[in-house]
């Protein structure tokens, strides 16, 4: 696997894998990642094509599922580690 180049983005670091003559596409934001494996269409073979293809809509679609990534993690460590119902200090009212 090689990186065969980067799509720039002011908050995600993109970058471009070939293996082979199979493509991948890696977003990555500061906790989470998402890979899209293009396989091997010839319409999406160089950087340009796939720059094209991860267009405004697309990029959005991607910045909503880190956002559910992050939730899911929150959710899972809420339940493993629940919020103390009982206050260690007094109500002062």
Known sequence: MRIIGEIPHPSLKISIFKTGDRISVKFENERYEQTFKLGNDERLASPES????????????????????????????????PAETNSLFEEII
């Open 50 to 81: 796939i720059s094209q293809w991860a267009d405004a809509r697309f990029m959005q679609q991607v910045q909503q599922t880190f956002q559910q990534m992050h939730q899911s993690h929150m959710d899972a460590v809420n339940r493993l580690f």
